[in-house]
Every structure is written in C-alpha cells, then in structure tokens.
C-alpha cells in the first residue's frame, strides 16, 4: 500500500518536478555513477514523512540514506516545498475559497528525542526534548501558517509570528476576523496584538471550563491531528530547525492537496478524479 494515495501524490509531484532546479546530469567523461532519478528520492521521502522511520529503514540498494539527506539538502536549498506550500494554498482558495473571516490558533506539543535546535524541556511530558508547532487554520482547518519554536516556549508569545506567516502566505485577512483562541492566551497582551492588527479575539476565559467545541477551537485540533498524522512530526529526529520546517511544510501540502481534492470531489469532474469522495 503507498504511503499517500496516488490520486493525491500524483498532482503534488507534478507541480514539484516543475519547480525542481534544472540540472546536467550526464557526466562529460561518462565515468560517474548516474544520479539516482529524483521521482525515487521524492516517493521515499513521502514515506519517511508518512511512516516516521529513520532515513537507513527506508533506503536501499536503488537510493541510500545518504541520497536522501543530500537531495533533502538541496531542495531546501532552492526551496522547493516553500514554493509548493504556497501554489497548494493558492490553488485552494481559487477553486475552493479560503474562509479567513474565522482564524483559529493553537499549538501543538510532539517528541524530539535527539534535541537539536527547536527542542525543549516539554512541561506536559516530565521535562523531556519537544518541539511547538504554532497553527493557524482558515474556519475549515487549511493550514495558513505554522511557526516551530521549543516545546518550553509559551503559545503566547507565538501568536505574534503566527500571525505574521498569515499575512505572508495569504497577504492578509479580512478586516475585523475573528481569531478563535484558548484559555492559554488569555491576557491584555493578546488582546493588544490583535486589536492593532484589526482583528477580533475569541478567547475563553481563564477559570472557566474550556470544552474542545467551544467556538472554532476544534477547528486547530483536527488540522494538528492531521500533522500527526505524519509520524515524522510526532516523533522528529531531526536537530537543525530549516530540516524541521522542510518536514512541516511538505506536511501542510499533503493536508492542503487532500483537502482540495475532497472539496472538489462534490463540485467539478476532471479525468483524474478518484471513484469514491476521499
């Protein structure tokens, strides 16, 4: 069984190899090994996103892991899956729509065992390596932006940043939207960030119970239940920070496609559609 359905996988790899850096490939001499084809490297990193497992449990004698950490590199470097995230946001809100008149944020503690440079001391896990990921979601959970930070860092102080990838990846949101948080950002602070950004803040009171279906907050909760999803966000191994935003960012494409081609499914017909709404 493939890690991502084909019918997802297909179109994203499409657009990738559009955006990949052109090469020569062919050595002038005819005497070094020929580059391993960049389709094999894409499809095992696919799976070392979906499955989790270190780079040596997915390579073998067609690509080994060293291949997969260098090509890794390199599209980093050009900044491929960046470029990729925001056609897939661009995509959705043409033939879809993003509804940013509701924004909801939250954040979300996972394992970094192997610490690196946005891990920290998780104060829900006894005090071991973790790492925050900052979420904004659109009223039907599409990812907007998402900053990583130190699971020792306050959400709080992330709103700001996240806020900020916002108006990057979709230039803005409407005036007076209301941006849907919980108890945890409960303070004048916040309330300062948002009312100079035009925006409306939807925050439930400390002290008070803060049910899950309170306003759009399981909005957040569903998409970060999608990232987890990608065993590589649980449990990430990886130490140096852009690597981490490399796996975060190729996650969000995933989740964006997927939730594209569902919303479709029920309003346009192409030769590629899947028999069955996703």
């Known amino acids: 069984m493939p890690a991502v359905p084909p019918y997802i996988i297909e179109p994203i790899w499409e657009q990738f190899s559009a955006l990949l850096p052109k090469r020569n490939v062919d050595h002038p001499l005819g005497c070094h090994r020929a580059r391993i084809p960049d389709r094999l490297v894409f499809e095992k990193l696919v799976q070392v996103l979906v499955f989790g497992c270190a780079y040596e449990k997915i390579a ?164 970060n239940s999608w990232h987890n999803a990608h065993k590589k966000l649980v449990w990430c191994t990886e130490r140096r920070g852009k690597v981490i935003d490399f796996w975060i960012a190729f996650s969000d494409v995933i989740i964006i496609v997927r939730r594209l081609i569902r919303e479709a499914w029920t309003r346009y017909r192409w030769e590629t559609r899947p028999p069955r709404r996703p």
């Open 60 to 223: 073998d004698e067609g690509c080994s892991a060293t291949t997969l950490r260098r090509r890794r590199d390199e599209w980093i470097g050009a900044g491929v899956v960046d470029a990729l995230r925001e056609m897939a946001l661009e995509a959705y809100d043409r033939i879809i729509g993003l509804e940013l008149s509701d924004v909801a944020v939250d954040c979300c503690i996972t394992e970094a065992p192997c610490g690196g440079e946005k891990a920290g001391r998780s104060p829900v896990d006894r005090g071991k390596r973790g790492t925050k990921r900052s979420v904004a979601v659109d009223a039907k959970g599409i990812p907007l932006a998402v900053v990583s930070a130190p699971a020792n860092r306050h959400d709080s102080p992330l709103l700001g940043r996240t806020l900020g990838g916002v108006l990057e990846s979709v230039g803005g949101l409407p005036e007076e939207a209301s941006v849907h948080l919980d108890r945890g950002y409960d303070s004048n602070v916040t309330r300062r960030l948002l009312e100079d950004r035009g925006l409306l803040g939807v925050i439930w009171e400390k002290g008070k119970p803060a049910p899950l279906e309170a306003g759009l907050r399981w909005v957040v909760e569903r998409t």
